[in-house]
């Protein structure tokens, strides 16, 4: 079945550091990519996403590449900074007529000053 | 406009007891979804409405969880006979298509806790 896999938190990182969060999924068809961020106190909100192979998806600094070749939509973002802490799921949707999400596990990243 | 909206935000109920809770959907979003969000499990899909009816339960852990969606608008889950083990944040989603390209929007999230 359809799954996504993402890198074990927390990541700490210093301002203006570079990240990237690995996220790798396991599905059939062609699926949409998707990065979802929860900021702390606040609900699950879009971050960017990618509908097909090749797309690069990109918000507030953020981007991810949908790699079919790799079957990987890694999240990088060249320079974080503290209001960036927050927990990140990527997740897709599948060949379902359905729309739902599968969601990895979610990565908390914490940006010190 | 207005977002996705769930109530009550906090819910502490005893083991064995029933608990509901309500979504409002962004006004006009046909597709509705429910989730759930625990310690040990993850972010899980529960349920998916289109209009009223729910072509996919698929997510539903037991019996003992049901929902229902009236007027193509407002849900409710329902948890019967609650168990410790229920106790996680139940998220409600709307788009206003369930293709698999859209956007899903989600409310903030109703915390049960079951003692």
């Known amino acids: ?113 | 406009g207005a977002g996705v909206s769930q109530s009550p935000s906090n819910k502490v109920t005893e083991k064995g007891k029933d608990v509901e809770l309500r979504c409002d959907p962004i006004s006009g979003h046909t597709a509705l979804y429910w989730y759930r969000q625990s310690l040990g499990q993850g972010l899980e899909f529960l349920i998916y409405f289109q209009g009223n009816s729910a072509p996919d339960k698929s997510g539903l852990p037991s019996d003992r969880f049901s929902a229902e969606r009236t007027g193509g608008s407002v849900s409710t889950l329902t948890i019967q006979r609650t168990q410790q083990e229920d106790s996680a944040v139940y998220l409600c989603a709307s788009t206003n298509s369930a293709i698999r390209q859209e956007t899903q929007y989600f409310g903030p999230g109703t915390r049960l806790l079951v003692l």
Request: aromatic residues 12%; glycine residues 10%.
């Open chain 1, 1 to 113: 079945g359809n799954s996504v896999t993402q890198m074990e938190g927390p990541v700490t990182l210093s301002e203006e550091a570079f990240l990237t969060i690995n996220c790798t999924y396991t599905a059939t068809g062609y699926p949409s990519l998707f990065w979802y961020v929860q900021y702390p106190g606040e609900g699950l909100q879009l971050l960017l996403k990618a509908t097909k192979a090749d797309d690069k998806g990109s918000n507030k600094g953020f981007e991810a590449t949908y790699r079919k070749e790799t079957t990987s939509f890694h999240l990088e973002k060249g320079s974080v900074q503290v209001s960036d802490s927050a927990v990140y799921f990527c997740a897709l949707t599948g060949s379902s007529n359905t729309g739902k999400l599968i969601f990895g596990q979610g990565t908390t990243l914490q940006v010190k000053p």
